[in-house]
């Protein structure tokens, strides 16, 4: 009986190791025309299991990846989440070290006040690599969220509060390419120019455009309140009103002028380069 127990005992344990075992997949981005990008994510109501293995994907592919955040809605999911490695210190990303770096997982995130100055300085955007804007950011804010085990409040200052504001905007459907946030100060991301002349094109003339709707409505595009950095974008958001009408007509001309071009020329490249990256996890 003894070598049963044995067997037993060796069974259970060669079971409650495959249990623990973390075995996590990288995910792919949505594309600048996936529609979950341009409408607000929905709320978590509750943390299932699958909902915990996506949210640990994420953090995997953010560590994998190297980069700062990475939004549900950026993976085509409609939760409202996301992933950030922040840094321990406020250095540049491009100076980080591993050691400094910690991962949460932000649910349900809201901004609860901010600091009264702002910078404006250039940000990217992962699913539209073919783009920078000047976007004016306030320099600290403080995040009320959930996270696997609890809720939290946490502030955040410097590149770490420009990340996470730029995540809320990502969940609420405002992304880097929308006037509202670049106010016409965007262009395409120096290391494409070569792939993408076309695009280049548009953007500069549609600049022009964005530039003058900003002179001659600034009330559109003034610096948001706290209220306004949490505002979802609803797809029955009043149609009548100026800015929505607006709104709506240069964010059609933006996926049928520029990021269905873009894609064509260049998502086979791009899409390559994710895959790369993948491969080489260790």
Request: hydrophobic residues 35%; aromatic residues 10%.
């Amino acid at each position: 009986m003894a070598h049963l127990k044995k067997f037993s005992l060796a069974k259970k344990l060669s079971q409650i190791r495959q249990n623990t075992q973390q075995v996590f997949t990288p995910l792919l981005f949505a594309t600048g025309n996936d529609d979950c990008l341009f409408y607000s994510s929905d709320l978590v109501m509750n943390f299932s299991s699958k909902k915990i293995r996506e949210m640990k994907n994420l953090l995997f592919t953010i560590q994998t990846l190297e980069i700062p955040y990475l939004c549900a809605n950026q993976v085509g999911l409609e939760d409202r989440y996301f992933g950030i490695q922040f840094q321990k210190q406020n250095f540049k990303w491009s100076l980080i070290e591993e050691k400094n770096l910690e991962q949460q997982i932000c649910v349900n995130p809201l901004i609860i006040s901010v600091s009264e100055t702002t910078t404006v300085d250039w940000e990217t955007n992962i699913c539209f690599p073919f783009i920078r804007s000047q976007i004016e950011r306030y320099d600290r804010i403080r995040l009320q969220f959930q996270t696997l085990n609890d809720e939290q409040e946490q502030e955040f200052e410097g590149f770490n509060a420009r990340v996470v504001q730029q995540a809320i905007d990502s969940l609420n459907g405002y992304q880097i390419l929308d006037p509202r946030i670049h106010c016409g100060r965007w262009e395409i991301n120096p290391k494409w120019k070569n792939v993408l002349p076309k695009t280049e094109l548009t953007i500069d003339t549609y600049r022009i455009e964005i530039q003058k709707l900003v002179k001659s409505n600034p009330e559109c595009f003034r610096k948001r309140s706290v209220k306004e950095l949490n505002k979802r974008v609803k797809e029955e958001d009043d149609e009548f009103s100026f800015e929505a009408m607006m709104m709506k007509r240069l964010e059609k001309y933006i996926k049928r002028e520029m990021l269905e071009p873009a894609a064509a020329d260049m998502e086979g490249q791009y899409k390559q380069h994710i895959l790369d990256q993948i491969k080489n996890i260790k």
